[in-house]
């Protein structure tokens, strides 16, 4: 074995991943907008779980050459690509999990918000078809925004009369991998040990990281605080920015949509104690849906948790984000209810 091969051995060994295959239950992955810059190092990432036995991969155009290239990858996942609307069915039949991070990215000076437009329509095409192929499977939304493209789903499946909230997942998870990451680099921590709580949803002020309750805890100034905050809630357009017209965060966002897949996933199996941060259908506060950590189990969502305890900055911070949130949770709603 060549140095750097133990050394990737190394690293996917440390994030819970590993080239041989695992005695896990056989598990589908469905990855739709499986082309895209998200959803060729997602698919990459899937293809190399222990957890995935059977990874289609749809797209508009352009799955043949993204599943002939990550099939060839010596793990477990037997890979297929699936092309065009009238392949759509067969690539989801049988999905246990579908992850979707299909859609336009955001170009400099845009809001996630813009992308509604066309980002709609798509999410609710998608999730009709998953509520017609395999209405049982849990769902991953990656599409933007976020806010509203998880309310959509929720509206197209609950009209097909297969909506159960416990399976549909607005994923935020690149939130609170940027704050466990500026969390880390401010204060010299080592950055695998630290966790960050990252509430609300997902764009702008409705990222709400909440540093009071972060571990390890160490005293920030009321400046830090505010500065990480604000990081945090701008991490997406500081990528967008950087990639100057050439997308959105494609790289960051499919290692966190792959912790989050194989979370899932670990609670399908029945694996005990598997937490994460999602928005999903929720109590927590006087809106529909809210991300806040969750437990993951055999039917997906088993427990939902409260804020905690909020410092007077973070209390703020939720009271400003409802109204944003309020207003894109019911644009999904209204969209998803015409014609
Ligand atoms: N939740 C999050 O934290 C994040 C979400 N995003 C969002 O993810 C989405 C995808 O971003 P990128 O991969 O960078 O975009 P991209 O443009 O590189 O890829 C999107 C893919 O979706 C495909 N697509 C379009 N319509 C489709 C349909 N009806 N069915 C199947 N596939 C379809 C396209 O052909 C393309 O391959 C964007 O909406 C972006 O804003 C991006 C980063 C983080
Ligand atoms: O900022 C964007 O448009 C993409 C995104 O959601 C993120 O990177 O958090």
Redesign the pocket.
């Known amino acids: 074995m060549n140095s750097l091969f133990r050394a990737g051995k190394q690293v996917l060994q440390a994030s819970g991943r590993a080239f041989s295959a695992a005695a896990n239950p056989d598990r589908k992955v469905v990855v739709?907008?499986?082309?895209?810059?998200?959803?060729?190092p997602l698919s990459l990432l899937m293809k190399i779980s222990p957890y995935v036995s059977e990874l289609a991969l749809?797209?508009?155009?352009?799955t043949p050459g993204v599943a002939a290239d990550v099939g060839h990858i010596n793990s477990k996942a037997k890979v297929k690509g699936y092309a065009g609307?009238e392949n759509?069915g067969e690539a989801l039949k049988g999905a246990d999990l579908v992850i979707?991070?299909?859609?336009?990215?955001?170009k400099p000076g845009m809001t996630?918000d813009d992308?509604f437009k066309?980002?709609a329509?798509?999410v609710k095409?998608?999730t009709k078809a998953i509520g017609e192929h395999c209405p049982g499977a849990l769902i991953n939304?990656?599409?933007?925004?976020?806010n509203s493209?998880v309310p959509i789903a929720a509206e197209t499946l609950k009209k097909l009369g297969v909506y159960n909230p416990s399976k549909l997942f607005?994923?935020?998870?690149?939130?609170v991998v940027r704050a466990r990451t500026f969390y880390a680099e401010k204060k010299n921590l080592n950055v695998a040990d630290v966790d960050v709580p990252v509430v609300g949803g997902?764009a702008g002020v409705t990222i709400l990281p909440l540093f009071s309750q972060a571990t390890p805890s160490v005293d920030l100034t009321p400046e830090e605080v505010d500065q990480l905050t604000k990081r945090t809630q701008d991490g997406?357009t500081e990528?967008v920015q950087a990639k100057a017209g050439k997308?959105?965060?494609?790289l960051?966002?499919a290692y966190?949509?792959a912790l989050f897949a194989d979370a899932c996933l670990r609670g399908l199996n029945g694996e005990a104690n598997v937490f994460e941060y999602s928005y999903v259908e929720s109590d927590v506060t006087e809106l529909p849906f809210f991300s806040s950590k969750i437990k993951l189990g055999s039917e997906g969502v088993e427990e939902i948790y409260g804020l905690g305890e909020l410092n007077d900055y973070e209390k703020a911070g939720v009271k400003a984000m409802i109204p944003e949130l309020s207003s894109s949770i019911e644009k999904g709603i209204k969209f998803a209810n015409e014609a």
């Open positions: 739709l907008g499986a082309a895209g810059g998200i959803g060729q749809y797209d508009i155009a352009g609307e759509l979707i991070p299909a859609g336009v990215p955001r996630r992308l066309i980002n329509g798509i095409g998608l939304m990656i599409s933007n925004p976020v493209t607005g994923v935020t998870t690149l939130d997902h997406g990528v997308g959105s965060a494609t960051s966002m966190a949509g």
